[in-house]
């Protein structure tokens, strides 16, 4: 578990992308966060329980 002080939040905190960077592979497009959540280059998450956030998207005729 996290030995920071304060500690991280826990992955199913609102604010859990603010937990402590503990290894990143950013020419795989990846790091993963204190908490368990691996972050990907594109904004999306997966969670350790396995759930997935997707990165936000928007149409290509929305994009200004």
């Known amino acids: 578990m996290c030995d920071h002080q ?3 939040p826990p992955a ?3 604010d859990h992308d603010s937990a402590r960077l ?3 592979h950013p020419e ?8 368990g959540v691996v ?3 594109d904004t999306g998450e997966l969670l350790p ?3 997935v ?3 936000p ?3 290509p005729d929305q994009a200004a």
């Open 28 to 35: 795989q497009g990846w790091s993963l966060l204190c908490n």
């Open 39 to 41: 972050v990907f280059a």
């Open 49 to 51: 329980d396995g759930r």
């Open 22 to 24: 503990v290894a990143t």
């Open 6 to 8: 304060p500690p991280c």
């Open 57 to 59: 998207r928007t149409c």
């Open 53 to 55: 956030i997707p990165a």
């Open 12 to 14: 199913d905190a609102t």
